[in-house]
């Protein structure tokens, strides 16, 4: 079955640095998203990206934030001046179609610790 | 704006137990709901989902009916088992964005089956 799957699994950075996190969609899906979960916290929704460019944002999605599909399979979010808070567990997913009804489907996360 | 209100854990059952778990939710569209389940360690896992009024999704033993009346999606399972600890969370999209919308996501009920 196929699956959305991210790269690092963890990723440890300085405060200050950049970081680029990775996501594989599901090939023939058209919408992808990028979440957080801070620890113990909820899922909240960061960003939708749809047709190259970005859909919706919420607004944790500062200029500090952006997301790209450098090729046809890869869809990245970068942290440009990562601070303390930015540490959480980051999801990718993404979703077949635009109905209401369509799934998004998950990848396992990737554990971003910033100290 | 879209809202999701989950009861908040843990919530400790025996092994065999009845179980439910209420979600209740605030949508200015017509949404589709979801429950999506995370394992120890792991990403969001897609457990059931309905679509429209009345419907009920399943899946694993576990059922969710759309309540639209009372604005509500419980989760139920007649019989849990130790595989089911996990964290629980509900989740709606509403559709509005033309599926560019993020999903809006419940707290998390962390279920705890004890042998």
């Known amino acids: 079955e196929p699956e959305v799957t991210q790269t690092p699994s963890h990723q440890v950075t300085q405060m200050g640095q950049e970081v680029i996190l990775r996501c594989v969609p599901i090939?023939?899906?058209?919408?992808f998203y990028w979440y957080r979960q801070i620890l113990g916290q909820k899922v909240e929704f960061l960003v939708s990206f749809y047709n190259n460019e970005i859909s919706e944002k919420s607004e944790i999605f500062d200029d500090q934030f952006s997301v790209e599909r450098p090729d046809g399979s890869n869809f990245t979010l970068k942290i440009r001046s990562t601070k303390l808070e930015d540490s959480a567990m980051y999801f990718c997913?993404?979703?077949?179609?635009?109905?209401?009804?369509?799934?998004?489907?998950f990848g396992p996360g990737t554990r971003l610790t910033v100290l | 704006g879209d809202s999701v209100t989950q009861m908040e854990g843990p919530v400790t059952l025996s092994e065999e137990a009845c179980l439910t778990i209420n979600c209740t939710y605030t949508a200015t569209g017509y949404p589709s709901l979801f429950w999506y389940v995370q394992y120890p360690g792991e990403g969001l896992q897609l457990l059931l989902k309905a679509t429209k009024a009345d419907d009920k999704g399943s899946n694993k033993g576990f059922e969710a009916t759309y309540r639209k009346e009372t604005t509500s999606f419980h989760l139920e399972k007649g019989s849990v088992q130790v595989s089911d600890s996990a964290v629980y969370f509900c989740a709606l999209s509403d559709g509005s964005g033309g599926g560019a919308d993020g999903l809006t996501f419940g707290k998390g009920t962390h279920l705890i089956i004890q042998p």
């Open positions: 997913a993404s979703r077949a179609s635009g109905t209401r009804t369509d799934t998004q489907y």
């Open positions: 090939s023939n899906h058209l919408y």
